[in-house]
């Protein structure tokens, strides 16, 4: 079996709550997602199996996970879940990104998973319909493991779209960390929006987080 990978690399997180944790990133080729702030324009893989992945992969040290990222890994779900299991068999840590709208095939890996970064799609962020139904039971699904949402904050950022993800994230398990994540973190449209997006959570006692991406500050991968 084989699956379209576009890269592999060694770098330091720059999202989430692992941002600074150095990470082995597979990316995946493809996603079934076009969202309208997407900074991951890919147009090249290679085909490749689990263990030429495995073998990219053990070139690499002194890391604190393997980031299994796309795209969306999700899609090519046969071959994620039989690499999953080998690097699990090996005692890495699986740190799977995900859009979290395909909780059908998230439910083939996740014993495989140790960390779960879910994007939470806002409508109004990614000029998309919205996947309310698809968050709640991926959510679901990802009881037992650590899992952390983020939402891509922009101008065109709603507050009753951050209030149906929170209120998802209360019924689903409350304590699951919120991060806000600017799209352009410098316009004051977005500032402005951060600030009061953090208030609202908190006055509902949310665990809450604004964190720009810092491979972008860096100018790293």
Same mark, same amino acid.
């Given at each position: 079996?084989?699956?379209?990978?576009?890269?592999?690399?060694?770098?330091?997180?720059?999202?989430?709550?692992?941002?600074?944790?150095?990470?082995?990133?597979?990316?995946?080729?493809?996603?079934?997602?076009?969202?309208?702030?997407?900074?991951?324009?890919?147009?090249?893989?290679?085909?490749?199996?689990?263990?030429?992945?495995?073998?990219?992969?053990?070139?690499?040290?002194?890391?604190?996970?393997?980031?299994?990222?796309?795209?969306?890994?999700?899609? +090519?779900?046969?071959?994620?879940?039989?690499?999953? +299991?080998?690097?699990?068999?090996?005692?890495?840590?699986?740190?799977?990104?995900?859009?979290?709208?395909?909780?059908?095939?998230?439910?083939?890996?996740?014993?495989?998973?140790?960390?779960?970064?879910?994007?939470?799609?806002?409508?109004?962020?990614?000029?998309?319909?919205?996947?309310?139904?698809?968050?709640?039971?991926?959510?679901?699904?990802?009881?037992?493991?650590?899992?952390?949402?983020?939402?891509?904050?922009?101008?065109?950022?709603?507050?009753?779209?951050?209030?149906?993800?929170?209120?998802?994230?209360?019924?689903?398990?409350?304590?699951?960390?919120?991060?806000? +994540?600017?799209?352009?973190?410098?316009?004051?449209?977005?500032?402005?929006?951060?600030?009061?997006?953090?208030?609202?959570?908190?006055?509902?006692?949310?665990?809450?987080?604004?964190?720009?991406?810092?491979?972008?500050?860096?100018?790293?991968?």
């Amino acid at each position: 079996m084989k699956a379209k990978i576009s890269e592999i690399f060694q770098s330091t997180q720059g999202e989430g709550i692992y941002q600074g944790e150095q990470q082995v990133f597979v990316r995946f080729f493809g996603c079934n997602l076009n969202c309208s702030f997407c900074d991951t324009q890919l147009n090249f893989y290679e085909e490749l199996t689990v263990e030429k992945v495995l073998e990219k992969i053990r070139s690499y040290s002194n890391y604190h996970s393997i980031s299994l990222t796309g795209g969306e890994p999700l899609l +090519q779900v046969d071959f994620l879940r039989d690499l999953a +299991q080998c690097l699990k068999s090996q005692s890495q840590i699986v740190y799977l990104e995900t859009n979290g709208t395909l909780p059908g095939h998230f439910r083939e890996v996740i014993e495989y998973v140790d960390i779960i970064a879910m994007d939470f799609k806002l409508p109004s962020s990614t000029a998309l319909k919205n996947f309310w139904v698809e968050h709640r039971e991926f959510l679901k699904r990802a009881q037992g493991r650590e899992v952390f949402v983020k939402t891509v904050i922009t101008p065109s950022t709603l507050i009753d779209d951050v209030h149906c993800a929170l209120a998802i994230i209360k019924e689903i398990c409350r304590e699951i960390t919120f991060v806000l +994540q600017p799209a352009h973190p410098f316009e004051d449209a977005v500032r402005q929006k951060l600030w009061y997006f953090e208030n609202v959570c908190k006055e509902l006692e949310m665990d809450v987080r604004i964190i720009p991406q810092l491979h972008k500050e860096l100018g790293i991968k």
